[in-house]
């Protein structure tokens, strides 16, 4: 079989169609939203405040891997009526994560865009039967994985027929234990010049702390990211998951505000 990005990658970069957003193209993407979807009314009332910010894709967990297996692991098929009820009341498309492959087919009556997350970006059949639709697909970047193998693992979605890979860099571990992952911009400006995916940055799980959030999301546009990938609650503190990493919608209004200035300027 033919490869299609790995060791020799020479077509056209590619865009991503998500209902009308781009992903790739001049305008950078902001996906926000809670770590878990927690209810209709918290998810109803977060999605309100995007769309007057006009964030571009709004985000939510349903299917929560979870380190403890004690901890809150979403709410499931009803979490995914909540985000497609909320995507269509507000009129903002939505994404979400599966992790196993019996629920792809019913998140695809409900999403707008499949996320893979950190931990299943090594889950072969996972990777293989997304790719036999044609649904946009997030890739996150393994915690653990080169560049080399991401890019591998891309391709195995895009292999099966399904072009529509966005990747996302979400930090990887590394020695240092003081923020919860290392953000890794290097791999931004190495897929940037070498491969033709359109890549974003998750600085939220890159950096465990929402006081490095915007920071590290102006760091990620001048590596040349095509958009953020957020997570923002009307109430941090009291976000059920990753409160501690979660921002207030002031602080994203301000990080969107700062984005178009830095794109303006590197663009
Ligand atoms: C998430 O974005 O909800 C998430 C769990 O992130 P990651 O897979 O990068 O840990
Ligand atoms: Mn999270």
């Known amino acids: 079989m033919e490869k299609l990005l790995a060791d020799n990658d020479n077509g056209d970069a590619l865009k991503v169609n998500v209902k009308d957003i781009i992903i790739g193209g001049n305008k950078k ?25 006009n964030v571009d894709i709004l985000r939510g967990g349903a299917f929560k891997p979870r380190t403890s297996p004690y901890s809150f692991q ?48 090594y889950n072969y059949s996972l990777l293989k039967e997304v790719g036999r639709t044609k649904m946009p697909v997030l890739l996150k970047r393994g915690m653990s994985a080169t560049i080399k193998e991401w890019i591998y693992a891309a391709e195995y ?49 890159g950096t465990g702390f929402r006081e490095l959030v915007p920071k590290m999301s102006l760091a990620a546009i001048c590596a040349g990211a095509d958009g953020l990938e957020i997570e923002s609650h009307i109430n941090p ?18 990080i969107i505000h700062d984005v178009k200035k830095f794109n303006m300027y590197f663009s």
Not at 41 to 52: G, P, Q, R, V
Not at 102 to 121: H, L, P
Request: include cysteine; aromatic fraction near 4%; glycine fraction near 4%.
């Open 29 to 53: 993407v902001i996906i926000s939203g809670p770590c878990a979807i927690e209810s209709y009314d918290s998810l109803f009332n977060i999605a309100k405040e995007l769309k007057k910010m």
């Open 74 to 121: 979403g709410l499931q098929e009803e979490g995914l009526k909540i985000i497609r009820a909320v995507g269509d009341e507000v009129n903002i498309p939505v994404i979400t994560e599966i992790m196993d492959t019996r629920d792809i087919e019913k998140a695809m009556q409900y999403t707008d865009m499949i996320q893979i997350g950190s931990r299943n970006m």
């Open 157 to 205: 979605i895009m292999a099966e027929g399904n072009l529509n890979v966005v990747l996302c860099e979400r930090g990887i571990r590394t020695f240092e234990t003081y923020t919860r992952n290392t953000l890794d911009l290097n791999a931004v400006t190495v897929v940037k010049q070498k491969y033709r995916l359109p890549i974003i940055v998750d600085p939220s799980h």
């Open 237 to 254: 503190e009291k976000a059920i998951s990753d409160a501690r990493q979660t921002i207030s919608m002031d602080t994203l209004e301000k």
